[in-house]
């Protein structure tokens, strides 16, 4: 009963300083890695009172066969093990890469965002919108390239499709793209758009429009005029 009230005394303790920690840093990065590191210290402590109850209970009930009891206790410790594997290497990821959330982040096969870090994964949004969840020992398998804050600020992806009966008739219309884009007074001109061919199908083509602009009020403004201006009928109703 003594070590019910113990645990129950620490999970308490642990969710006291996380709210302490939260009510100082409100949603900044630091409250962000006080929380990390505070969880990280939680399960160190859960796992060495688990270690320690494991003792207790050797002594207490030698009458239980070992072989019963040992491969319990080999399989939860393979289980502490890969957990806190990984959760060291998040706090390798954190403080050797220092990743702010919202920064660009690039891997072998992800390019996009962070957008959320916890204690045995992060999340990153692509640029093609999707959220993918990753373990820190998936995403340090890879190389990482963490992309300048500037660089990639407000980076918006709009998605056009137009018809082309020739490859020369394609060629200029995304030249027309690219002319009226960067005539309009919301993109960040210091960063040229890019415009890649994602699909063709009967002569009509997908293209991807990768463009900076000002802020995001600006982006949704400057995709609905481009939308607007050169999406097929069919696709913009």
Do not use: C
Request: proline fraction near 2%; charged fraction near 20%; glycine fraction near 4%.
């Amino acid at each position: 009963m003594n070590y019910i009230l113990i645990f129950v005394i620490a999970w308490g303790a642990f969710r006291l300083i996380n709210k302490i920690v939260r009510l100082i840093y409100g949603q900044t990065d630091k409250k962000i890695y006080f929380s990390l590191n505070l969880a990280y210290l939680e399960l160190i402590f859960y796992t060495s009172f688990f270690f320690f109850l494991v003792w207790k209970f050797t002594i207490q009930f030698r009458e239980i066969p070992w072989s019963f009891s040992v491969p319990i206790i080999l399989l939860i410790v393979l289980i502490l093990w890969y957990v806190h594997r990984i959760a060291l290497m998040g706090v390798l990821f954190r403080y050797h890469f220092n990743f702010k959330l919202g920064e660009g982040i690039k891997t072998t096969h992800l390019d996009g965002k962070l957008v959320g870090m916890y204690l045995l994964f992060v999340i990153i949004e692509t640029n093609q919108g999707d959220r993918v969840k990753i373990s820190y020992d998936q995403i340090l398998s890879n190389y990482i390239y963490k992309k300048q804050s500037a660089e990639y600020k407000n980076r918006n992806l709009v998605k056009l499709f137009v018809e082309a009966d020739s490859f020369q008739t394609l060629q200029n219309r995304i030249s027309e793209i690219k002319d009226y884009t960067l005539s309009l007074p919301y993109i960040l001109t210091k960063h040229n758009p890019t415009i890649t061919i994602v699909d063709e199908k009967e002569g009509i083509y997908e293209l991807e429009l990768v463009v900076h602009t000002i802020n995001d009020r600006a982006a949704k403004i400057l995709e609905a005029a481009l939308e607007d201006k050169f999406n097929l009928p069919s696709v913009k109703q």
